[in-house]
């Protein structure tokens, strides 16, 4: 009796131990489940999931996640009128990039007798932009910072297949002192200058040399020009002396620098009448036949120069002389 009963007992025990064996098992099982189901939710609606537009927009998720990781870059916004290369002939690549436009370089002919002209004020007044554009000689121009239009004519020009270089405002002499936005000024420190000069170099794309706008003063002082052509030697600038103070130190301290001499010779519309204008390219070329090289400056904005300095190259040229890029000659 005690025998059955004792076996009855046991058969209970291994019972209940069989249900709670399956209990944990099933406990197990639903536990699982349940985080697979949470991992899947997870995915589905996180930001690479399937269900990423729903929440995130169109490939929010990859801009999200991509973006900081591979430093995805940022395009400014288009203001009316601006120029920008990729709206020419070279539109965009297959990954939807801007490509550069063809670019075909002004023939630059550096052998004696041969003119160099650098344009200054570039970029501040655009009216005369398409007349410039149609001189076909290899210009330099020297356009000036941090006006509203600097970047753009900078473009336009340099992809016309001309040169840039960057026109640096320099303190002028009282009462006129202040010679624009930008300006290098006497007493400046190393620091403050090459800080400076690095914030101008931002707002004129393609320049390769510098020259001096206006700077009477400025240009005056030699520790100012040292440090300015110190700062250009370091970017990789050429540099040109204006020349426009009798007292200027910018090929003093530019030649110092180990740089070749490139200094104006003939401001070519310090009056704009078109003959005086006429005179004064046939003295440049006078120098040229005489010295084997002449450099001269005009400017951007005068009404008869464009016209005139177009004229006269086609004239000079049918007397042999040749015309180059102020980077490719020095005197």
Not at 166 to 187: K, R, W
Not at 279 to 306: D, K, L, S, V, Y
Request: proline share 5%; hydrophobic share 35%; charged share 25%.
């Amino acid at each position: 009796m005690e025998d059955r009963e004792f076996r009855v007992d046991m058969r209970r025990v291994m019972a209940r131990r069989r249900r709670m064996r399956r209990l944990r098992r099933l406990r197990r099982t639903c536990i699982a489940a349940g985080s697979l189901a949470l991992l899947l939710a997870g995915f589905l609606f996180s930001p690479w999931g399937p269900c990423r537009s729903v929440f995130f927009g169109r490939d929010g998720g990859e801009e999200a996640a991509g973006g900081a990781e591979q430093g995805a870059a940022v395009t400014s916004p288009v203001t009316a009128g601006e120029y920008r290369p990729e709206q020419e002939e070279g539109g965009t690549g297959e990954s939807g990039q801007a490509r550069e436009p063809a670019r075909e370089e002004k023939a630059s002919i550096a052998e004696p007798p041969v003119v160099a002209i650098v344009v200054d004020d570039t970029g501040a007044d655009v009216g005369n932009l398409e007349r410039w554009l149609a001189v076909d000689a290899p210009l330099t121009f020297a356009v000036l910072p941090h006006c509203r239009d600097s970047a753009s004519t900078a473009d336009r020009l340099y992809y016309a297949g001309y040169r840039i270089m960057m026109h640096i405002p320099t303190e002028n002499d009282p009462p006129h002192s202040y010679s624009g936005a930008g300006q290098l000024s006497v007493g400046m420190s190393r620091d403050a200058v090459f800080a400076t000069l690095d914030g101008d170099l931002a707002t004129v794309p393609h320049a390769k040399g510098i020259n001096n706008h206006q700077g009477g003063r400025g240009c005056n002082d030699y520790p100012l020009m040292y440090l300015m052509c110190e700062w250009a030697r370091e970017r990789g600038l050429y540099v040109v002396d204006s020349d426009s103070s009798t007292r200027s130190q910018v090929t003093r301290a530019a030649q110092e620098l180990g740089f070749p001499r490139r200094r104006n010779q003939v401001f070519i519309d310090h009056q704009n009448e078109p003959e005086y204008i006429r005179e004064a390219m046939r003295r440049m070329a006078r120098i040229a036949r005489q010295e084997g090289t002449a450099i001269g400056i005009c400017h951007f904005h005068r009404p008869n120069t464009p016209s005139v300095v177009g004229e006269m190259i086609r004239e000079l040229r049918e007397e042999g002389i040749h015309f180059a890029f102020v980077e490719d000659i020095q005197n």
